[in-house]
């Protein structure tokens, strides 16, 4: 008797919400609000001369962004973090229709898709080094068979650079379209194609605005990662370029200004927090109208 | 039952737990303690504790020097690697306890003792002492060595192809040259970069002068033109590939490329250039100080000491270990020594360079 209560007990505590959230949510608590919590507090004092902060208070670090320098190094970021966003939205989409409408070969295509993440991420960016530099594969390969003469210059340019981030964060938004379209059902579009739409105006009324939530979280889950990866500048880019990912990283190393570091950092975070509520809204309201457009 | 948290005073609740445990880790971790008048330590007495952790640059020691140890001093070594002077400082100014041995350069020794991170060394038990060179005893980071034991030197200077490259190029001037466009590197690194050109117009290499980091922010924007790119370790491949043909970097690195590619070669540009020492330390939190020391007195051997030059392809600060070396460092000639600068710490003068350095990446 006394056991089945027990246990009856035990289930509707383990069951609870809160039960539930507590592991993850200590482990927030503990590694991420608790550092951001001690970023906030930096980012406020004077910087130490050799690290570290001294005791004050001052908005110097945030003051600072204002300055057209370090706007500069903002402005670029966001423009290629779009960019790696843009490719990413043009090369991912059909890929992840494709899949969505594959039969047999569904699980071996989503499986090629992921298949990169079994490998590190430095380990590839690395082996792109090798494929991209002038005695790399690619080169020597055309030179060979005759198409070039002299080696492309590929590795150390902005090219090499969006290549690095379109190819680190292609299965980001592959995924998230893909599993919009998924759950597609094909009677949509056969009622759709009944009542005569042509192919391109099912596409364009009826498939698109339906995987508009797959396009968001997919924009939103490559945007975000681009904005703050610093390797892919620092080993395809040659480090002739700083982003803001870069500026961050020295303030925490060599320029020994964990403040400003910090601050960064928050910028950054603002900038991507009032980018995800602006996009967030604008594609409420398109998939919002598309259903009823659908409907 | 205690009522529950709604969501709002939860979110509350937790971001000033945060907050207040951030305040307190930003208040423990402020500012450089005041240096203690430092206690003699003696070491001499007892036996040898069992283990070692030692923490040392990447690639930065002899092929059998720490077996070499254990098996001659049952000491059991736990061997642990960095790539920045910047690394090894976060970490200890972090409060990571554990490391025996560390192996900071010159002005990263001036940051431990300014935070009173290192403890004394007690050099009643190094014997084998004097095998150092005067040369590199007495430097302004620790100017009676009670802290530090050299372990290596190196300077930085303009590695070519000389299959590739004619005439040998011998002034800093060579990165402005559009002849090698594309084909020349520099590290990415501040202290390197902004530090060559002020030697090129003939200024100290750790001036904190505005008017002298404008000149040499000038010509490092237009010397980039001209790079490839900026970019440290990996250029040794690129070197021994060809892909690069001129790159400003450290002797040791180009020692190490020069042994799969004979034809890589060093100058040290007439306008002279920087240098450091790098040396071995012991933490004030480490555990083993008696091991740490036997380790010390080892490495002063120069036959040891000459093991660990060979293979880095550093110099030895050891007098002894010069003549028992099997590759001869890329050492410089009396009068290219008389051009070299010891690099320092910038103190107060790192925000302007960092400035710079970030003005000369956007440019």
């Given at each position: ?24 949510g ?61 490719v ?35 380990v ?9 530099r002038d005695t ?13 003469t ?30 919009s ?10 009622a ?49 370029q ?54 | ?71 001659e ?26 490391y ?19 403890a ?16 590199f005893?007495?430097?302004s980071?620790?100017p ?130 920087m ?22 007195n ?66």
């Open positions: 008797m006394k056991d089945v209560r027990k246990q009856r007990l035990l289930a509707r505590i383990v069951s609870k919400p809160t039960t539930l959230l507590a592991p993850a200590f482990w927030l608590l503990l590694f991420f609000i608790i550092p951001l919590g001690v970023m906030v507090v930096y980012s406020f004092m004077p910087r130490g001369i050799y690290g570290g902060v001294e005791p004050g208070f001052t908005l110097e670090h945030y003051l600072r962004f204002l300055d057209p320098l370090y706007l500069t190094i903002l402005l670029r970021t966001v423009l290629m973090a779009a960019g790696c966003t843009a990413c939205l043009l090369l991912g989409y059909p890929v992840a229709f494709a899949i969505s409408r594959a039969r047999r070969w569904k699980h071996i295509l989503l499986l090629l898709v992921i298949m990169p993440f079994w490998t590190s991420f430095l590839r960016t690395f082996a792109m080094i090798f494929l991209m790399g594969l690619i080169n020597t390969t055309l030179m060979r068979i005759g198409v070039i002299e080696p492309i210059v590929m590795l150390y340019t902005p090219f090499a650079v969006m290549v690095g981030l379109v190819y680190t964060f292609l299965p980001f938004m592959i995924l998230p379209i893909y599993a379209l998924e759950r597609l059902p094909n009677s949509i579009l056969e759709a194609e009944v009542l005569g739409a042509k192919p391109a105006a099912r596409f364009r009324r009826i498939i698109l605005p339906l995987s508009g939530p797959g396009v968001v979280a997919g924009s939103l889950l490559v945007f975000v990662p681009a904005l703050g990866s610093f390797i892919p500048s620092d080993l395809l880019g040659g480090a002739k700083m982003l803001i990912g870069n500026l961050v990283q020295n303030q925490f190393g060599a320029a020994r200004n964990w403040p400003f570091g910090s601050a960064a950092s928050f910028v950054v975070m603002g900038v991507v927090l009032i980018g995800v509520l602006v996009y967030l809204r604008s594609g409420r309201g398109e998939v919002t109208t598309a259903l009823q457009d659908a409907g | 039952m205690t009522k529950g948290w709604t969501r709002r005073e939860f979110i509350g609740q937790g971001l000033t737990a945060g907050m207040s445990l951030g305040m307190g880790a930003a208040l423990t971790a402020c500012g450089p303690r005041r240096t203690r008048e430092p206690e003699e330590q003696m070491v001499g007495v007892g036996a040898l504790e069992d283990e070692l952790t030692i923490y040392n640059w990447s690639d930065y020691i002899g092929a059998t020097t720490v077996s070499d140890f254990e098996n001093f049952g000491v059991r070594v736990i061997y642990d690697t960095y790539e920045s002077n910047e690394d090894l400082l976060a970490k200890l100014q972090a409060g990571a306890r554990g025996d041995l560390i192996c900071p350069t010159g002005y990263a020794v001036d940051v431990l003792r300014a935070f009173d991170l290192l004394p060394i007690d050099r009643s038990v190094l014997t084998n002492w004097g095998n150092l060179s005067p040369e005893l007495g430097r980071f620790d009676e060595n009670r802290y530090t034991v050299p372990w290596l030197w190196g300077l930085t200077g303009i590695a070519y192809r000389a299959d590739l490259v004619d005439p040998a190029p011998d002034s800093w001037g060579v990165f402005l040259d559009e002849t090698y466009r594309g084909k020349m590197t520099q590290p990415d690194d501040m202290r390197d970069v902004i530090g060559c050109w002020l030697k090129y117009r003939g200024y100290s290499g750790n001036s904190t002068d505005p008017g002298q980091l404008a000149q040499a922010k000038a010509d490092a924007i237009r010397a980039k033109q001209n790079l490839k790119s900026f970019v440290s370790a990996p250029v040794k491949d690129q070197l021994i590939a060809g892909d690069v043909w001129i790159a400003q970097l450290w002797n040791g690195d180009t020692a190490q490329a020069r042994t799969e590619e004979p034809d890589v070669s060093f100058e040290i540009p007439r306008e002279g250039s240098m450091y020492l790098d040396s071995m330390a012991i933490p004030r939190s480490a555990r083993h100080p008696k091991a740490a020391h036997a380790f010390l080892f490495i002063l051997r120069p036959e040891v000491a000459a093991g660990i030059s060979d293979r880095s392809g550093y110099g030895s600060p050891n007098a002894g270990a010069i003549p028992l070396q099997t590759r001869v460092a890329l050492t410089p000639t009396p009068e290219e020594f008389a051009r070299l600068e010891y690099q320092e710490d910038l103190a107060e003068g790192t925000a302007l360079w960092d400035r710079i350095w970030t003005e000369i990446k956007v440019g």
